[in-house]
């Protein structure tokens, strides 16, 4: 079934959106903790959600944020984390190698320690749009695991990405793409400091080998709906239709992934986005967006 122009369960909120961002360095995240079902409504405080920012998609970026932004019903801190920022705060140190296709490949496993390993968060790649209230996935978090995902069965058919990015097959790929961490988890505090995150390797970090599979919770694919893979069954739209569409081999931001599956969707999303840009530069009302490295504590 085509889903042009849809948006499942979207709410307005365009209103809310008292910032664009302009550029990744911003000023420090306020505390927050899980916007869970009974204090959703309860609580001023923002939900978490850490953004891999990579300077090749820097639109990707900025659409992804104002996806979250606008449909959201409750506060939201959207941070990006920049590779180079937690470099010179001294966070992230291990050499980039030849499989990392992102400057986020390792750092989104700083999510817990930039939380201050309390509460909840959400990490997601920059390449994500989406299309339903994030709310809807933050009530998931359930505190048995230390972290929820979707639990994709998914081997790439391309030898490159993106750009040209070596792409890489390995179990649970794309698992880590879409992380709800439990940040205070003994395991995840335990394991994913700066000093693991910049040692450990690839396979540890990306197949959650530091967890048992009974802490690794699952949510349903619509959350991290990987195009030109996953598909919208007709006879469960409501059910498998994308809430967070993932560009996860290239976006319409790249030449080549211009009239990629759900590219219509990505692109009203940025056009919007840049309507709003050009009115803040008129009346001057940009607000620059978090830094990451402003460890919330």
């Avoid at 042009?4 to 420090?28: Q, V, Y």
């Avoid at 090749?56 to 984390?81: F, G, H, N, Q, W």
């Avoid at 390797?201 to 967890?211: D, I, K, T, V």
């Avoid at 309507?275 to 001057?284: D, L």
């Amino acid at each position: 079934m085509a889903f042009k122009g849809h948006h499942p369960g979207e709410h307005d909120n365009s209103h809310k959106l008292s910032s664009h961002a302009s550029a990744p360095k911003m000023s420090p995240p306020a505390p927050c903790q899980l916007l869970g079902a009974e204090s959703a409504h309860a609580t001023a405080e923002p939900f978490r959600v850490y953004v891999g920012y990579d300077s090749r998609e820097d639109i990707a970026y900025r659409v992804c944020r104002r996806s979250l932004l606008r449909r959201s019903s409750v506060p939201l801190e959207v941070i990006p984390i920049v590779q180079q920022e937690l470099r010179e705060a001294g966070l992230y140190w291990r050499e980039r190698g030849p499989t990392e296709s992102t400057e986020f490949s390792f750092t989104r496993f700083l999510t817990p320690h930039l939380a201050g390993y309390r509460g909840w968060a959400l990490f997601v790649d920059c390449d994500f749009l989406f299309v339903a209230d994030v709310a809807e996935l933050a009530r998931m978090a359930d505190p048995r695991y230390a972290v929820l995902c979707v639990h994709h069965d998914y081997t790439p058919k391309e030898a490159t990405k993106m750009d040209g990015a070596v792409q890489t097959a390995y179990p649970r790929k794309n698992w880590s793409s879409m992380v709800l961490f439990n940040c205070g988890h003994p395991k995840n505090r335990a394991a994913l400091t700066p000093e693991a995150v910049s040692t450990q390797s690839g396979a540890h970090l990306h197949r959650f080998a530091w967890l048992d599979d009974a802490d690794v919770g699952e949510v349903p694919f619509a959350w991290n709906f990987l195009v030109g893979h996953n598909r919208v069954d007709p006879a469960d739209v409501g059910g498998t239709a994308p809430r967070a569409i993932h560009y996860t081999s290239g976006g319409p931001w790249f030449e080549l992934y211009k009239d990629c599956e759900f590219a219509d969707l990505w692109i009203q999303e940025r056009d919007a986005y840049e309507s709003e840009e050009k009115e803040g530069e008129v009346e001057g009302t940009r607000v620059p967006s978090s830094s990451a490295v402003a460890v919330d504590a």
